[in-house]
């Protein structure tokens, strides 16, 4: 064992034992909210790139529909000449 987990023992086993149950309810508590975080970070990233991927069609369609614009303009100044 080294130092620091020797030291750690040390002071678990010199705590009440109605102070160690807490310690290890709020322990559990961090981690199911380490849990919800990876989660949530995981969906963040999930999003991202879903959203980037719609963004990148919905600025090729606006493209396609600048250039129909364009070309119905011509025809429609053609047809006043």
């Avoid at 002071?11 to 849990?35: C, H």
Wanted: aromatic share 4%; proline share 2%; net charge positive.
């Amino acid at each position: 064992m080294d130092l620091s987990s020797l030291g750690s023992m040390q002071i678990a086993n010199n705590l009440p034992p109605e102070l160690l149950s807490q310690i290890n309810v709020l322990i559990k508590i961090m981690q199911a909210a380490g849990v919800m975080f990876i989660i949530y970070l995981a969906f963040l990233i999930t999003q991202v790139i879903l959203n980037w991927k719609r963004n990148k069609k919905v600025n090729e369609i606006s493209a396609e529909i600048k250039k129909m614009n364009g070309n119905l303009k011509k025809l429609l100044n053609k047809k006043k000449k």
